[in-house]
């Protein structure tokens, strides 16, 4: 009779249960209110304060804040492109995960783990509104406000001891404010060469989860601690100022970093050509390396001499050995007027072996085409030792464009002092009354550097560096920046003008060891200028 008692009440038990929830099913569909009313429509600002305060979760950002853009074309343009982005992104994601996948399943005894269906649904993701942050460093950051209401299919099947089991996603809604920063910029397609992201608060994120057909996500307190867990691990590895980091290309490279030093000593000219009314010339040879911005470097005044002797060197940082080539130019010198050229030639870094001198007699030219029959008449020559030294892999610059890594000063650099760098970038609203070709004229300790002018522009970009070799640090200094302006046409009244002008102390550069900052001109209704200058001790 035990036996028999206890069957009959496990049957009682079962059938009472299936008996109450059907009841249950049936009273939650049929004793629903009859008396829904028609929602209530009005305009907002017939609103009271208290349903206003209820739709300001739903009410694009670009309207609740003015530092938002609205970025209509954005989601247009996600919309039509969704179907075929949604394919192309399911794709990436099983070439990304499947691998991993085949390689943590052998540690728990699986047998497969394969995606049946993969869709993000019909419904792409809007974007609420985009800020973006200016910055004086080489980065562009954006805040994007992300609202995502999905219908994916995620189907997962795992097969492990001859039995299958199934994990589906369904109805997927995704709030975040993620920040993208794309740093550094670089002159190379896609003209970034990094990509970090993080989240600005902790994303909302709610889901259908089905286990073996049934919803897990029905199951009494299930529902908010999963929702949370995502919301506090999501938060733990990407919340600002934590960040992912997606690496484009190598911004080494891309920024064309410093990878040797090319040591070039002018030796001698012979057989230069007459240039002067008495029957000689004063030579000297300027050198350039390619691809550079910084201004030639030169040699002494050879004065009245067709075979001049310098035996003078020069340094120069070599950053793509392949493609750089070192030109040089010889100069007749001349007291008034412009400087009359002699010739010229150059020498490409490829053709020279690493570690090996090498003194080289090159032919002056009057042009670098080979093919010009100009070029067959003799013009003299020059005689030139060169030696590239790459650098060694504990001596090359580790500077991943991250503002806060400073170069050191080279070697020569006199003890207690340093290099101050001065790194003009940009300027900006300059207005000149004649004309406005801008350039930059620095004078710093009686020593006068100039930019090269930018002609009929009101925002220059120069981008030109300079070097001050200095025996102690500039600390009591500053330095006169100046906007000049400068017109060649014939029988102007006015042929230079002040755009504006800006005195920069340089106790901070000292302290700080660099400044990047945009300075208002003086003199000047509008005018600014971007300098960049950096203190570099040995």
């Known amino acids: 009779m035990g036996m028999i008692s206890t069957v009959m009440g496990f049957l009682g038990f079962g059938v009472g249960t299936v008996f109450g929830l059907v009841i249950g099913y049936f009273l939650f569909i049929y004793l629903q209110p009859t008396d829904v009313k028609d929602p209530d429509i009005r305009p907002l600002t017939e609103q009271d304060s208290d349903i206003l305060q209820k739709l300001l979760p739903e009410i694009p950002l670009w309207i609740k804040n003015p530092d938002y853009d609205r970025i209509d074309w954005l989601n247009k343009f996600v919309e039509l492109m969704w179907p075929y982005l949604n394919k192309a992104i399911c794709k990436t994601v099983k070439q990304i995960a499947e691998p991993i996948i085949a390689e943590q399943i052998p540690k728990y005894k699986i047998d497969s783990v ?53 994990v589906q996603v369904l109805d997927l809604q995704v709030f975040a404010s993620p920040r993208i920063t794309l740093k550094p910029l670089v002159p190379s397609f896609p003209c970034f060469a990094n990509i970090f992201v993080s989240l600005m608060e902790k994303p909302h994120v709610d889901f259908g989860l089905k286990l073996l057909n049934a919803d897990v996500m029905s199951i009494p307190g299930l529902y908010r601690f999963v929702q949370q867990l995502i919301k506090d691990q999501v938060a733990n590895m990407y919340l600002w100022p934590k960040r992912l980091e997606i690496q484009i290309m190598d911004s080494a490279k891309a920024m064309k970093k410093p990878v040797g030093i090319l040591n070039v000593k002018v030796v001698r000219a012979m057989k230069l050509k007459k240039k002067d009314l008495l029957g000689a010339s004063d030579p000297y040879v300027k050198l350039k390396l390619s691809e550079e911005k910084l201004p030639s470097k030169k040699t002494t005044v050879k004065h009245k001499n067709l075979n001049p002797e310098w035996n003078e060197e020069f340094n120069f940082v070599v950053k793509d050995p392949e493609a750089q ?205 971007q300098i960049e200058m950096q203190w570099r001790t040995a």
């Not at 049946?116 to 562009?140: A, D, H, M, R």
């Not at 999905?150 to 199934?166: C, D, E, M, R, Y």
């Open 114 to 166: 394969e995606f049946e269906v993969l869709t993000l649904g019909s419904l792409p993701p809007t974007f609420q509104g985009i800020k973006v942050y200016s910055t004086e460093e080489k980065e562009l950051i954006m805040e994007l406000a992300l609202k995502w209401a999905s219908n994916p299919n995620i189907l997962v099947a795992a097969k492990a001891f001859g039995l299958q089991a199934t």
């Open 325 to 529: 080539v070192l030109q040089f130019s010889v100069y007749d010198w001349e007291q008034v007027g412009s400087h009359d050229k002699m010739g010229l030639n150059i020498v490409p870094l490829k053709d020279l072996t690493p570690e090996e001198p090498k003194v080289l007699t090159l032919q002056l030219l009057k042009n670098p085409n080979s093919g010009d029959a100009q070029n067959d008449k003799s013009r003299g020559q020059l005689v030139l030792e060169v030696e590239y030294k790459p650098f060694d892999d504990n001596e090359a610059p580790n500077d991943n464009e991250d503002s806060n890594n400073m170069q050191k000063a080279p070697e020569g650099t006199p003890d207690g002092g340093g290099l101050l760098v001065v790194i003009v970038h940009e300027g900006q609203d300059l207005e000149g009354k004649h004309h406005t070709n801008p350039s930059v004229r620095l004078l710093f300790r009686g020593e006068e550097k100039r930019t090269k002018p930018v002609k009929k522009s009101r925002d220059p970009r120069w981008e030109e560096e300079f070097q001050f070799t200095l025996e102690e640090p500039p600390t009591n200094n500053r330095i006169h920046v100046e906007v000049v302006s400068t017109s060649s046409r014939m029988g102007l009244r006015h042929p230079k003008e002040t755009l504006g002008y800006v005195d920069i102390y340089l106790s901070d550069v000292v302290t700080n060891k660099r400044i990047n900052e945009r300075y208002n001109l003086i003199d000047s209704k509008n005018g600014r200028i």
